[in-house]
């Protein structure tokens, strides 16, 4: 049977010949960071310790002064303390308690990323550790953020988070709906009356990104663009030295804006948000989301419809206890430098 395709969809060609491994030189890559006066290089996957070699070379060589990692953290013994004492950033995949975490990513896993976290810790590393959870239908919002924050294992002080929205033609056998209404946005109330309770009790702003970056912007007044910098501040190098706008668009080489061997990293091709999003009166908070999704439009209307009530309720959320943080800063307890941070740190900031 022919396959039907959608023609108010954009038609996606990946290219089918994008190599595995890198298949450049890494004295081309080095030329091209050395054309950027600050460059910072992010190990992004896939799970990029596959290759704890490669790091390893690459960090030792490149003329580069800040990196960072996303990991799923079962591989982080393959790097010795003098590698990882390079990394400003690193985050790691958990979802949460044990039982949830394990669940999602394989029986064992939250014991051995915890092992790699205390033996890292233990070897002098001191820098940002950043647990990134992937948030579904089983995670209770509130317990599994607050249970990170305070587990006898390892105190994340920074966590983030992102929804699994990846609807595989499978969201009306999903229960995301009703989830997102009756566990997920009030959970999300929740957790943000803690976070300031935190502030109050403990004169401490905790580097939970969903909250952090756009409070930042609020007691700023300040609109933003699309918060993790995809297509426009942050670009992904392909295995075959194309550049990408956003890492999950590996291989859309129709939206490549260049190639390491030839391109000006400050002169690289902006990538916008377009079509419903900008016609939205949260956009200059959220800043379209995902450019990934912009582009590719994977959700019916109600689905995306869903989504955004996501955001709507931290915006709102966040708002309701602006006037508590603004005392709080008024009297002293905490500053608005306590929500500055490190811009494009693998965090997408808007789940």
């Not at 490669?54 to 990196?67: G, N």
């Not at 004169?203 to 426009?232: H, I, M, N």
């Not at 260049?258 to 690289?268: K, N």
């Amino acid at each position: 049977m022919d396959e039907i395709k959608d023609e108010r969809l954009p038609q996606i060609e990946i290219d089918p010949l994008l190599p595995p491994e890198l298949n450049f030189s890494l004295d081309l890559l080095y030329s091209f960071l050395q054309k950027d006066p600050a460059p910072k290089l992010t190990f992004y996957g896939g799970e990029p310790l596959l290759r704890a070699d490669l790091i390893d070379r690459i960090v030792r060589e490149a003329p580069v002064k800040q990196f960072m990692i996303q990991t799923n953290g079962l591989l982080l013994d393959r790097l010795t303390p003098e590698i990882i004492s390079h990394f400003s950033t690193i985050l790691v995949s958990l979802d949460g308690r044990e039982e949830l975490t394990d669940a999602n990513r394989g029986v064992g896993t939250y014991r051995k990323v915890m092992e790699n976290i205390k033996k890292i810790c233990l070897n002098g590393y001191n820098r940002e550790l950043i647990a990134r959870m992937t948030v579904t239908e089983s995670t209770d919002i509130a317990d599994a953020v607050s249970w990170l924050s305070n587990n006898p294992d390892h105190s994340f002080f920074s966590i983030h988070w992102q929804l699994d929205a990846n609807f595989a033609n499978d969201f009306s056998r999903r229960r995301f709906t009703d989830w997102v209404r009756k566990s997920y946005n009030p959970g999300i109330l929740c957790l943000i009356t803690d976070w300031v309770d935190h502030m109050e009790d403990d004169a401490e702003v905790l580097r939970w990104y969903p909250f952090l970056d756009p409070t930042e912007d609020l007691l700023l007044g300040r609109k933003t663009r699309l918060r993790c910098g995809s297509g426009y501040a942050n670009y992904s190098i392909m295995t075959d030295g194309h550049i990408a706008p956003c890492p999950v668009m590996a291989g859309m080489s129709q939206y490549y804006v260049g190639h390491i061997r030839d391109a000006d990293p400050l002169d690289l091709a902006v990538i916008t948000i377009n079509g419903e999003c900008t016609d939205c009166s949260l956009f200059g908070f959220c800043g379209g989301r995902c450019l990934y999704s912009n582009i590719t439009k994977p959700w019916t209307e109600d689905e995306r419809r869903i989504i955004c009530t996501t955001i709507e309720n931290l915006f709102f959320g966040l708002t309701k206890e602006l006037p508590r943080i603004k005392k709080l800063i008024a009297k002293g307890v905490i500053s608005p430098a306590d929500f500055s941070h490190e811009k494009f740190n693998g965090c997408e900031i808007i789940p």
